[in-house]
């Protein structure tokens, strides 16, 4: 029953990996459909009419669209096999915390660092920098963000173990040395390695010239 | 539980902090009310929230919680005994989340470019786009509430919280701007569920009277304008 549930994705759509990696940890068995952003497909504008986007998951004929709440719809649909969030609310609440810290904070600035111009990309280098602190002091004593197994967190910050790379060696700016930030090197080498996901990976070089034609 | 052990700090005028609120007030906890002043952040604040320095934030016995929408999640998860805030089906869980994260990423801001407008044509602009977003919010009230009073159903909800806690500068902004943006044209099912959601027994004591935060918007572009250090 692969149909019952289909991704809609592109290549290199950071958000869309996320539910790559959802879905195989759930083993869920799942349709991609990829989706070229510069001539996006009726189905998928009928699927998510509002931000025209990927990605949007597709299950039984009903549409989720946005990153995290889909990450959340698959734990709690998918809830036998590998819980993403913890069950604490506490837990809950900090791993809900710093997945939007991830993108509402964290990408900007990054983006900023090695695609931005000037003062701003020498401005932004110095918030990473004290903000990637918050992020390693997150995986003191543990290998994952969420513990012994991947979780929701790891997850929300996947981006890292394939962006950082391409980002700095497109802009020439090292935002990550393994001396300052151990532990989140460490990470970024764990998620990439995680067998699971080795087929996931978008093509390096790909990358490299999809982000040399942002600046 | 004390109500020394819930505090929630705020400000009066915040719609972010009147979300916390209104969930406290949803599951009768009490709660001790601390606001921030305009233009300092206490040590209580910069100690609980170091990431973002913002309010609001709920504290609980000893942990911090941040974010507006995670406070509301973990509101509803801790206490259960109450009326439930979020559906209880996982696809109408993705819906009200879906639509709460439209409010804060798109349509909010684009409300606040209203008031930052430079000149009438940016300004009609800035309308359009609003009055766009609540034509779609209209059709999302259409769908959750099927026929009910509340996007949440009979009681208010996520997604009744999340929006209803702009009606106060939404009101404001149609005051300064002279302008009708909940409108019987276009959100006829929004314009009722508005004077609901602010008659509810957990929203009535917490929503800003327009005047009051009419006169304060005031102080507040005078603010905006002046020339700022940046953060």
Redesign the interface.
Known sequence: MATEVKLFRSWSSRYALRIVWALKLKGVEFEAIFEDLSNKSSLLLQYNP??KKVPVLV?NG?P???S???L??VD??WNGAHPLLPKD??A??EA??WA??SDD?LMPLIRKATLGNGEEKEEARVLTAE?LK?VEELLKGKKFFGGEKIGYVDLAFGWMAYLINVLEEVSGATLIKKEEFPLLSKWMENFYEFPEFKESWPDHDRLITKFKNYG | MSSSEVKVLGAWASPFVMRARISLNIKSVDYEFLQENLGSKSELLLKSNP??KKIPVLI?GD?A???SL??V??ID??WTSSESILPSD??D??IA??WA??LDEKWFPSMSKIARARGEEEKKAAIKLVQEGLV?LEDAYTKCSKGKMFFGGEKIGFLDIALGCFLGWLRVTEKAHKVKLIDEAYSPGLVKWAENFCADAAVKDVMPETDKLYEFSKVLMAKMRAPQKPA
Do not use: G, M
Request: charged residues 30%.
């Open positions: 509002v931000h299950h009903k989720v669209c946005e995290l709440v889909i959340e719809y709690e649909t609310p506490f809950k609440a809900r915390f939007k810290f904070k903000n918050h | 990431v973002h609980h942990k919680i941040s974010e995670v406070i999640q973990y998860e801790v996982p696809y869980r993705a989340r879906f994260a439209y779609l």
